[in-house]
């Protein structure tokens, strides 16, 4: 792609799957989800604690039909539970989440030619400045401000933000909270 080009979203995500940077992150994703310790003892609880292996007669029951019935039960907690550990590890400023960040930025900038960083580090210190760019930049004012304020660090929103702050709300298009009835906010 040259630089003349508009480099969409699109370009960036078929780049990172081309090459197989995607499949490496999701392994990442997945070897550290396996190795949260928190998250096996919660699960391991849930199960423990679950109604059909605590129901008179369950040891009578198939490994299959205990399997199956522990699926129904605790599948859907035990995945938002999981979906939750996700975007901790994907909004981490420090971990994988800087990884992601660094590889898409990384990505955009070969496919539009531009020099990385094109954003300042989220912890505020400013990257190492080549002496020629230096040079360059002695005795001038910035451009304008709308390069000053693109090079401000962006914040990412936590899950909880995400997701709403109540646990019974739809944003509508505005942004605005929705009450939704408590038998429209399960899922089935």
Not at 122 to 151: F, I, R
């Amino acid at each position: 792609m040259s630089s003349s080009s508009v480099i969409t979203p699109e370009d960036v995500l078929e780049s990172l799957m081309n090459d197989g940077t995607i499949d490496s992150l999701r392994l990442k994703i997945i070897n550290q989800l396996k190795a949260n310790e928190e998250l096996k003892n919660t699960t391991i609880k849930m199960v423990e604690q679950s109604k059909v292996l605590n129901t008179p007669g369950a040891e009578k029951q198939t490994k299959r039909e205990l399997f199956d019935a522990l699926r129904q039960e605790l599948e859907a907690p035990v995945l938002e539970k999981a979906s939750k550990s996700v975007w901790e590890l994907i909004l981490d400023n420090n971990g994988l989440g800087k990884e992601i960040n660094d590889t898409v930025e990384k990505v955009f900038c070969r496919l539009s030619g531009k020099e990385p960083p094109l954003f300042l580090p989220q912890n505020g210190d400013m990257p190492p400045v080549k002496e020629t760019e230096l040079e360059k930049g002695k005795g001038k004012e910035p451009e304008d401000n709308y390069h000053k304020e693109k090079s401000q660090p962006v914040r990412k929103r936590s899950f909880n933000d995400m997701n709403g702050k109540e646990e019974n709300a739809v944003a509508d298009g505005a942004g605005e909270s929705l009450a939704v009835p408590e038998e429209h906010s399960r899922s089935p």
